[in-house]
């Protein structure tokens, strides 16, 4: 693992220093740049990207991983590739041998000062597999969970996943009578709590206790649709996230729905988005529903907040009546199609990184989530560079206030 810097003025230059050298000194944000799962692996296929207060960025070399997520708390920033886990703080970069798969769906960082990320191992015989990594004190340990999780979240401190039911789970859902596939997604999903010394169990009074790593806590049908958040926000034990339901046709415009999540119960509440003239909120079928990651809760608790890609707009949606409005417009039309873009919110801001066709640099976009005034705005010199081929944009993290 090397480290190469980069000038906001003269582009990549060939300096290389030791990863000890590294620092969160000056870095205002992170994002990650990898190619597919199955490109992962070599020694410089992924690369952290650091982005300092005037657009500067200097980038760690990874083994890479695929829809690589970035947790940033008051006790570093973590992230992973498939051999190693990986804690950058303002004096230096610690590494821990972490083999691991080359897919990521999500990372936590947690009270005891670590992280707790979900990692997409695939199908097997009888269902598919995730694995849980946890890092603590300098130390990684993972163990298998069952499940492909779409949604991710943590709440009261434990992470929580939603999951069309697979492997033993579908005997369980039989025994409701839940279909576990629909025609346009899962017919079902089950709740599951991660983490937590008591997982192998279950809530449910009909359900064997058939998972050896994930607790059980419900079982809930929902209509087809498309979901992905992996950082659902959560709030007095319920996790929202946005929903895109097929109709009968599996027409690709579809409404919008908010899902909230009783982690405790798993019982679910599936509001219809609706705009100002009561109509119902449909994704545009070209850029699809959100920035992955670009959603939290207001400060009271009523609002769920969201980047909606399609249009360009930081939008805000009531969570008892599903009313959506336009908070403030995104500028630029950031999002044109082929683009790439990873968002996060945080602090009372929202981030975007984009990057165009049109051969430009990439963009770092903070606004003030409140009041939608720009707070930063540059380009990223050399950062195109790390792009070219099967490379992508993925996860992206703020410095906490």
């Not at 994704?283 to 992955?292: D, H, K, Q, R």
Request: charged share 20%; aromatic share 6%.
């Amino acid at each position: 693992m090397v480290l190469l810097t980069t000038s906001a003025c003269f582009g990549p230059v060939a300096d290389v220093e030791e990863p000890q050298d590294v620092t969160l000194d000056g870095v205002r944000a992170a994002a990650y740049i990898s190619p597919p799962a199955q490109d992962a692996g070599d020694s410089s296929a992924g690369h952290l990207v650091l982005v300092g207060e005037a657009g500067e960025i200097s980038v760690v070399e990874t083994s890479g991983m695929d829809t690589a997520a970035i947790g940033w708390s008051e006790d570093g920033l973590f992230f992973s590739d498939t051999e190693q886990d990986y804690q950058l703080t303002d004096e230096r970069l610690r590494t821990t041998d972490s083999p691991k798969a080359p897919s990521q769906h999500a990372l936590f960082p947690t009270n005891d000062g670590g992280f707790i990320g979900l990692f997409n191992k695939g199908t097997t015989g009888v269902g598919y597999t995730e694995q849980l990594v946890t890092h603590a004190d300098g130390a990684s340990s993972r163990k298998n969970v069952e499940g492909y999780y779409q949604v991710a979240g943590s709440c009261g401190g434990e992470i929580y996943g939603l999951a069309q039911p697979s492997g033993d789970y579908q005997r369980v859902a039989a025994k409701q009578g839940l279909e576990t596939r629909g025609t346009h997604g899962p017919g079902s999903f089950m709740l599951t709590r991660l983490s937590g010394d008591d997982s192998s169990s279950s809530d449910l009074p009909d359900a064997d206790a058939v998972g050896q790593n994930e607790r059980l806590i419900g079982m809930a049908p929902v209509s087809g649709s498309a979901q992905q958040n992996h950082d659902a926000p959560c709030r007095e034990g319920t996790m929202y996230h946005l929903a895109a339901v097929a109709d009968d046709s599996g027409n690709p415009e579809r409404p919008v729905v908010l899902r909230a999540w009783d982690v405790s119960t798993g019982e679910v509440v599936e509001t219809p988005l609706t705009d100002a003239n009561g109509e119902s909120v449909r994704p545009n079928s070209s850029y699809g529903l959100a920035a992955l990651d670009s959603t939290v809760l207001s400060d009271d608790g009523q609002s769920f907040l969201w980047a909606s890609l399609d249009r360009q707009a930081f939008m805000r949606t009531d969570i008892d009546t599903g009313k959506t409005v336009e908070e403030f417009p995104l500028e630029d039309e950031i999002v044109p199609r082929n683009s790439e873009v990873s968002a996060t919110v945080r602090d009372n801001r929202l981030a975007l990184i984009t990057q165009t066709s049109d051969g430009n640099e990439p963009e770092l976009r903070i606004y003030d989530q409140s009041t939608g005034e720009s707070l930063m705005h540059t380009s990223l010199p050399g950062m195109s560079v790390l792009l070219e081929g099967p490379h992508q944009l993925r996860g992206m993290a703020l410095r906490p206030e």
